[in-house]
């Protein structure tokens, strides 16, 4: 007799928190302090002409004023045709060469095929054969003078020693490069997983726009991200410090007129992603500023007293889990933001966490230890040393000022300021 076979089905849906690389990225500069971030955003505009720092605002009003966008160009092609005039050269090349300097698109590439290009420079397509090569040798940076993507990114694997076939076949697949595919790489190339991560490390770190020079606009590390200030009436406000934050931005310019010259779909994939990448480092940093800008609020709405004093018995109890509710982040976050900050006020620069301090306990929320110790102190030096106050006394009387502790903490305190129990005092006659 058969028996029949039931198949069963069952669906259980689980949750799992995905970090997209755009959050990784910001929560990675939350964890930094000023030079790090800066290291980043140098490293990020080293590979990606998107990203740009932002310029101080030129002066209005005089006839000579250029935008800053085109006395970059204007410098840029300067310095190309200086090196031109440097390399040996014929002198019909020489010609040629500094019309093609002119032909460049913003990222440093021709951007017409080689026909069109000996075309309209009259000249032969065996001239530009043997001109563009010397060109893209000699002159920085590497990867000016090509005809694609690819080509620059050729150039620049050469200048760094690292080309070679099998990189060679993943410039062809420019998509999987966007896309950071390492599986479809490993097929591609016929290579392994770290072959693969590897090559996709070297690519990655190239510039796409090698022409897009970047501005030297990146504040000094060091400075204090915070600045606190107060008020005759003793009120206290935070505000940024906008010489130690980077000022950055996304260069929409050179990204349109990128997309409008380029026609390989891949170039275009590897773009758009350059370009993603650009716009979420400038929210990070954006996100990394109003978490540190929040903070400083709360800390200087609780603590207005300690901030201009600076003495310890000023500070009020206040913890990393209270900021995070204030703000409306989570505790790791603030934790992250105020790792290494600095923060500015009359009194000099202090680490962020300077102004934070734990209650002393559940029953003395709004006390804290270094007000207990300074407690303990003034009662442990006015009593009578005839008749030396207990730690069981000592806990009771600072009970009464609402400092409160039990008698094992008042023998752990004591200890720490190094005063002896009330045996020994009793017996030296003095605290």
């Known amino acids: 007799m058969a028996h029949a076979m039931r198949q069963l089905q069952r669906q259980t849906q689980t949750q799992k928190l995905a970090l997209t690389q755009a959050m990784r ?27 740009r720092a932002s310029l101080p605002a030129l002066s209005a009003g005089g006839a000579g004023t250029m935008r800053p966008d085109i006395a ?3 410098s840029a092609t300067d310095d190309l045709l200086r090196q031109v005039s440097l390399v040996r050269l014929s002198p019909r090349q020489t010609l040629l060469a500094q019309e093609l300097v002119h032909s460049l698109d913003d990222r440093g590439f021709l951007p017409d095929s080689p026909a ?42 050469l200048a760094r020693n690292r080309f070679d076939p099998l990189i060679e076949r993943l410039l062809d697949r420019l998509d999987l490069i966007a896309r950071q595919d390492i599986d479809a790489i490993c097929i591609a190339c016929e ?48 505000r940024l410090n906008e010489a130690a934050l980077p000022q950055l931005l996304t260069d929409d310019a050179l990204f349109s ?29 954006q996100k ?15 603590q207005p007293k300690f901030i201009r004093t600076g003495r310890t018995r000023d500070r009020l109890p206040l913890t990393m889990a209270q900021l995070a509710e204030e703000v409306g982040v989570n505790k790791s976050t603030i934790s992250r933001a105020l790792a290494n900050c600095g923060i500015r006020t009359d009194l000099g620069v202090f680490p962020a966490a300077h102004f934070l301090a734990r209650p002393v306990s559940e029953d003395a929320p709004d006390r804290t230890r270094e007000q207990v110790l300074q407690r303990l102190q003034l009662l442990i030096r006015s009593e009578d040393h005839r008749a030396p106050l207990s730690d069981e006394e000592l806990a009771r009387q600072l009970s009464r000022a609402r400092l409160v502790v039990s008698r094992r903490t008042v023998a752990k305190y004591r200890k720490m300021l190094d005063i002896p129990g009330a045996y020994e005092r009793r017996r030296r006659g003095a605290p």
């Open 72 to 74: 970059q160009r204007d």
């Open 191 to 238: 290579v392994d997983r770290e072959d693969a991560i590897d090559m996709l490390d070297d690519i990655r770190a190239l510039n796409p726009a090698p022409l897009a020079r970047q501005p030297e606009a990146l504040p000094a590390p060091g400075e204090a991200e915070l600045i606190f200030t107060c008020d005759s009436d003793g009120q206290c406000t935070a």
């Open 25 to 51: 990225g910001s929560l990675a500069l939350l964890a930094m302090d000023a030079e790090e971030v800066l290291d980043t955003i140098r490293r990020e505009q080293s590979r990606n002409g998107f990203l």
């Open 116 to 157: 069109e290009t000996a075309g309209y420079l009259r000249c032969s397509l065996s001239e530009l054969d043997a001109l563009v090569p010397i060109l893209q040798a000699a002159v920085e940076p590497a990867g000016v003078f090509a005809w694609s993507l690819a080509d620059s990114f050729r150039l620049q694997l």
């Open 257 to 285: 007129a990128t997309m409008a010259v380029e026609t390989d779909a891949g170039a275009q994939s590897y773009y758009r992603d350059c370009y993603r990448g650009a716009a979420n480092m400038v929210q990070a940093m």
């Open 288 to 302: 990394r500023a109003n978490t540190l800008l929040a903070a400083g609020q709360s800390i200087a709405a609780r």
